[in-house]
């Protein structure tokens, strides 16, 4: 028996069954995925105190991935699962230095190019350090052939000139580069110094975020929408889901677990099982009646989750047609964090666009506490200080606010887990929350085989001594 | 008359046409697209002393760009040619961080992966700066708040401990990272010291290629191809365009231009025309009868062109299925420098490897030297020490040496334009050689619109003096 049909639920019933046992998935919902979601055209993004429907104009590009959006080309797990289901991939950019890094208290509010701020930096950094190095500060350090090797490194590094001096570089760019591409060639623009980036917000994580293992190029996407996953997934336990059935008790028995729930009917239905594995996120696990061990209780009842929200519009392609800017994020340190551009579809003539995407945080829980029109106006707000033609252009905004989602009520689990990490009795317990990869995918399939493995652990212990 | 039909020569015919010209476009071979090209299955590599054909299987993903291969977001005109004709993009990626750093000379002749370099490289620039700082050594250059506020950036930016020390990070990846993916988070890698990471040859450029202007992301490619920028330019003129007509000579005559070519069936043929723009590549020009000023005919030939070389084979995705390398380059300080990844197709049996890429130099003019299948042999015996599957799964390689190709004569111009840049009399001349973004499309058509501002100047000028 396994509760919840998102990516670790799944994961666990493709295996299992694969390994011999039979599997049951209740889902609570009408399809599969738990937070892999794709929103189009007509879609209904259900909220505890809100209901939207999605205005986007029918297209197969104009698609909103609410969840997880990219996969490391080292999540070996899922990116094995796309091989194998035919899930079509392509790239899809973090760290795109045509976008731009923005706060309303640095440069007067105008946005920064970020392969100006990344430049600026390198070089700052690569001059500080020649000058330590050849007024001979670091010699208790080095010796006289590494500080020979680390300046000729260091010039490249950040290229500096002949001197060791950050004079200018056109890994800046030039003057314009914020409207217009290649046309300005002759004049670099002047360097920065470091003393004064740093006094900026700027490199607090976002000048470092695509240095992450998880963030690193190459990042992918599925074509068409993330829960092409999701759906490639569903077709290979298909027959193994119980949609609609809302689990209501979680039992500890004798030998194995009882589960109660209302079926599509409504109608309260008993299920017994050997085992279960219960991948239901922690809020949600919280209310749900169980004779838990209060150590395993408590894990829940305290497990914390992100505040994610994101708020998507269709809008013409104005970032590609007026600056440039072809997919990757800006960042800005007003409450919407990030704006993502379209990493397919370039040219066409509109894109989904998201306004905003915070992870956590005061902001987080803010954006959630708003309503749908009050996310979108203070949204387009906010983004319109970046790109001033998110008023007017950007329509049909549509948001999500995850803890406030049924059957998820978080983005993805903080907390560290521990007493979730071994079973009660016959209880497993799966799901993104509980790996070393929350918040990914790849986490809640490698929950999955612990779960797994945990079973068959205990399954064949149970063999030996019966 | 324009001679040649490579984006130059094409984007002049179509926009002095748009200005109400009469265009003739006099092109050697029997397709338009200069050296705007891309190989599939049956096609022919004709070089001057050797023919290949192409043994691809048939299949649309099998294709080799054997000449430009990306196109930097801020190549404003070529991408706005690319959004009027439809081309369709798709992001290609230089810095992949899963892909590999390879000499033979460095670590046993063992690969390394770009992430581990990088961080590496990152962490200890981070941390030499910190302790020359924290030893007030840079006390002449930065104030105390200067110093905490570069202090704590240091931190993030190389993934510093709490001490400023650069310890270990996942940045750099976990064991095994170099087979596998995401299994093992237990075990950070152990950091490597700059002193010794800079005795290695992978800071030389390879480190910061994609920091340059022109290389840093988001770079982009044509879905299918190149060549369906130069089939999409090649659909606007093509009934401007005359192919197959060799041309044996240019001069200049009292009121334009005459050339003298031989047409399809070797027939001497004369053309006369008000105004010539040549985009014909300075070696093969060099070597055509002209009347030009001496300054002119002496620039044409000295001027430099790189011996870029390139050799793509057929293979199942090794790099993905055993490596998790969607993508991007490995570099290597061998002659083959670059091993390039297909950044589409992920996943499919088959794809388009390229073995070698030599962008000029000893390493280039060496493989230009051989015959095809020596290229190939020796490719295959330097790659199987960075990819050991390249001998065995590697197949239907084929070559091209720019410089050995006709009409062409070398992959881009390297000398600095001056002379060309004047027209001489009612003669000019374009092409990507006498821009400032030589090797690039862009510069073609750049230096296309340059001609046109040239020869439209003079036509007004006349015709008030007239």
Redesign the interface.
């Given at each position: 028996m396994i509760l919840g049909a998102g990516i670790a639920g799944m994961t666990t019933a493709l295996e299992m069954t694969r390994l011999g046992y039979s599997c049951t998935i209740l889902e609570a919902q009408t399809s599969a995925g738990g937070r892999v979601r794709t929103i189009r055209s007509g879609d209904v993004v259900d909220e505890i105190d809100s209901m939207q429907t999605c205005q986007f104009d029918v297209d197969d590009d104009l698609y909103f991935n609410a969840g997880p959006s990219r996969i490391?080309?080292?999540?070996?797990?899922l990116?094995g699962y796309?091989?194998d289901f035919g899930v079509?991939?392509?790239?899809f950019?973090n760290?795109?230095?045509?976008a731009w890094l923005h706060s309303p208290n640095a440069f007067g509010g105008q946005p920064q190019v970020a392969?100006r701020l990344?430049?600026d930096?390198?070089g700052g950094?690569?001059e500080?350090?020649s000058?330590?190095?050849s007024?001979n500060?670091?010699d208790g350090?080095?010796?006289a052939t590494?500080k020979a090797?680390?300046l000729?490194?260091?010039q490249?590094?950040g290229?500096l000139d002949i001197n060791n001096n950050y004079a200018a570089t056109?890994?800046?760019?030039?003057p314009g580069?914020e409207n217009?591409?290649?046309?300005q060639?002759g004049e670099l623009l002047s360097p920065r110094q470091?003393?004064q980036i740093?006094?900026d917000f700027f490199?607090?994580?976002r000048?470092?975020f695509s240095?992450?293992?998880d963030q690193?190029?190459?990042m992918?996407q599925p074509v068409g929408g993330m829960d092409r996953v999701a759906r490639a997934f569903e077709a290979q336990v298909v027959n193994n889901i119980v949609y609609q059935a809302v689990v209501t008790e979680i039992r500890k028995t004798e030998n194995g677990a009882r589960v109660v729930y209302a079926d599509r009917f409504g109608t309260p239905t008993t299920m017994d099982a050997d085992y279960c594995v219960v991948t239901i996120p922690a809020p949600v696990l919280a209310t749900i009646a169980n004779n838990f061990s209060a150590a395993h209780q408590a894990e829940v009842a305290g497990f914390q989750y992100s505040s994610a929200v994101r708020i998507a519009f269709q809008s013409p392609r104005f970032w590609e047609?007026d600056h440039?800017?072809?997919?990757?994020i800006s960042w800005t340190d007003q409450d919407i964090t990030q704006i993502w551009y379209p990493?397919?579809g370039?040219?066409r003539t509109n894109g989904i666009i998201i306004g905003a995407y915070i992870f956590d945080g005061p902001s987080g829980a803010a954006f959630t506490g708003l309503g749908p029109q009050q996310r979108i106006d203070t949204t387009l707000a906010q983004a319109s200080n970046v790109h001033a033609q998110m008023t007017g252009l950007a329509m049909h905004g549509i948001s999500i606010a995850w803890s406030k989602v049924p059957f998820q009520m978080g983005g993805w689990g903080t907390s560290d887990a521990s007493v979730l990490l071994a079973a009660d009795d016959n209880i497993f317990f799966a799901g993104e929350h509980l790996s070393?990869?929350q918040g990914w995918q790849?986490g809640a399939i490698?929950s999955a085989y612990f779960a797994i493995d945990g079973v068959v652990d205990r399954d064949v212990n149970a063999s030996l001594l019966g």
């Amino acid at each position: 028996m396994i509760l919840g049909a998102g990516i670790a639920g799944m994961t666990t019933a493709l295996e299992m069954t694969r390994l011999g046992y039979s599997c049951t998935i209740l889902e609570a919902q009408t399809s599969a995925g738990g937070r892999v979601r794709t929103i189009r055209s007509g879609d209904v993004v259900d909220e505890i105190d809100s209901m939207q429907t999605c205005q986007f104009d029918v297209d197969d590009d104009l698609y909103f991935n609410a969840g997880p959006s990219r996969i490391a080309q080292h999540h070996e797990f899922l990116l094995g699962y796309c091989r194998d289901f035919g899930v079509e991939l392509e790239t899809f950019t973090n760290d795109n230095r045509g976008a731009w890094l923005h706060s309303p208290n640095a440069f007067g509010g105008q946005p920064q190019v970020a392969r100006r701020l990344i430049a600026d930096t390198r070089g700052g950094i690569a001059e500080l350090l020649s000058t330590a190095i050849s007024q001979n500060a670091l010699d208790g350090e080095l010796t006289a052939t590494d500080k020979a090797n680390i300046l000729a490194m260091l010039q490249q590094y950040g290229d500096l000139d002949i001197n060791n001096n950050y004079a200018a570089t056109p890994r800046a760019g030039f003057p314009g580069q914020e409207n217009v591409g290649s046309r300005q060639r002759g004049e670099l623009l002047s360097p920065r110094q470091l003393q004064q980036i740093v006094t900026d917000f700027f490199w607090e994580f976002r000048l470092s975020f695509s240095q992450g293992f998880d963030q690193q190029p190459t990042m992918l996407q599925p074509v068409g929408g993330m829960d092409r996953v999701a759906r490639a997934f569903e077709a290979q336990v298909v027959n193994n889901i119980v949609y609609q059935a809302v689990v209501t008790e979680i039992r500890k028995t004798e030998n194995g677990a009882r589960v109660v729930y209302a079926d599509r009917f409504g109608t309260p239905t008993t299920m017994d099982a050997d085992y279960c594995v219960v991948t239901i996120p922690a809020p949600v696990l919280a209310t749900i009646a169980n004779n838990f061990s209060a150590a395993h209780q408590a894990e829940v009842a305290g497990f914390q989750y992100s505040s994610a929200v994101r708020i998507a519009f269709q809008s013409p392609r104005f970032w590609e047609q007026d600056h440039n800017i072809y997919g990757g994020i800006s960042w800005t340190d007003q409450d919407i964090t990030q704006i993502w551009y379209p990493n397919y579809g370039f040219h066409r003539t509109n894109g989904i666009i998201i306004g905003a995407y915070i992870f956590d945080g005061p902001s987080g829980a803010a954006f959630t506490g708003l309503g749908p029109q009050q996310r979108i106006d203070t949204t387009l707000a906010q983004a319109s200080n970046v790109h001033a033609q998110m008023t007017g252009l950007a329509m049909h905004g549509i948001s999500i606010a995850w803890s406030k989602v049924p059957f998820q009520m978080g983005g993805w689990g903080t907390s560290d887990a521990s007493v979730l990490l071994a079973a009660d009795d016959n209880i497993f317990f799966a799901g993104e929350h509980l790996s070393l990869l929350q918040g990914w995918q790849e986490g809640a399939i490698q929950s999955a085989y612990f779960a797994i493995d945990g079973v068959v652990d205990r399954d064949v212990n149970a063999s030996l001594l019966g």
